[in-house]
């Protein structure tokens, strides 16, 4: 059973650009969910996505969005790139639906350098 | 709100040591879950335990160990007679009714040989 794929694995990008970002959950998994990892701040939760909604929301800025699309794949954009989004960004899908919570699969990440 | 603690940001233990790695969590719901991730060097978190809050059984995986206790909101993870391999940071996390997880801070653990 494959894991989730995130893509790429590394970018650099200066400020003032925009970056997106893509997971692909594990088959049969409907919820998305991204986090932003940063040695300061640790894991944040920035949304969630089940069935194409987004379901729960982080407390970023609007320049951080998302969506998913009918196959359950995932992409995150991050707009006007600021110094302080370099982070490794982690996806995790989950069989979620009902009141039972299943456990988070992880993407290995996408280790995002803004210069 | 709901909050995860870790109170031990970093560890360092010699290898075949026994070490606990300590989590306190803040929910004012009834139904929850509590888990453990580890995170290699590789960055992907691997999940290693699922306990909801009406299962306060202990449990033991090889040389893992977990031991929640609902009347002290803690949920702490031993590592026997650990190995290099360990070396790793290992964050605990708290979700309810599958909303979005709240991780802790994390604790980095080195075990040297």
């Known amino acids: 059973k494959a894991g989730v794929t995130q893509t790429p694995r590394y970018l650099i990008k200066t400020r003032g650009q925009q970056v997106t970002l893509s997971c692909s959950p594990i088959?049969?998994?409907?919820?998305v969910s991204w986090y932003q990892q940063t040695p300061g701040q640790g894991l944040q939760f920035l949304f969630e996505?089940?069935?194409?909604?987004?379901?729960n929301k982080g407390n970023f800025p609007g320049r951080f969005s998302g969506r998913q699309f009918s196959n359950s794949r995932s992409e995150m954009n991050v707009s006007t790139l600021e110094l302080g989004d370099s982070a490794l960004y982690l996806c995790?899908?989950?069989?979620?639906?009902?009141?039972?919570?299943?456990?988070?699969?992880f993407g290995e990440g996408s280790r995002l350098t803004v210069l | 709100a709901q909050k995860v603690t870790q109170a031990q940001t970093e560890i360092s233990v010699v290898e075949k040591e026994d070490v606990t790695l300590d989590c306190v969590y803040e929910?004012?719901?009834?139904?929850?879950?509590l888990f453990w991730y580890k995170q290699p060097p590789s960055g992907e978190l691997v999940f290693l335990i699922r306990?909801?809050?009406?299962?306060?059984q202990n449990e033991i995986s090889g040389r893992y160990s977990w031991n929640f206790q609902k009347s002290t909101s803690s949920f702490n993870f031993t590592i026997t007679a650990s190995q290099v391999v360990d070396s790793a940071v290992y964050f605990c996390?708290?979700?309810?009714?599958?909303?979005?997880?709240?991780f802790g801070p994390g604790t980095r653990l080195s075990v040297l040989p």
């Open positions: 995790a899908s989950n069989r979620a639906g009902g009141r039972d919570t299943g456990e988070l699969f």
């Open positions: 088959s049969g998994h409907r919820s």
């Open positions: 929910t004012r719901d009834t139904t929850y879950y």
């Open positions: 996390a708290l979700s309810y009714y599958g909303q979005n997880f709240v």
């Open positions: 996505y089940f069935s194409e909604t987004q379901r």
């Open positions: 306990r909801n809050s009406f299962d306060e």
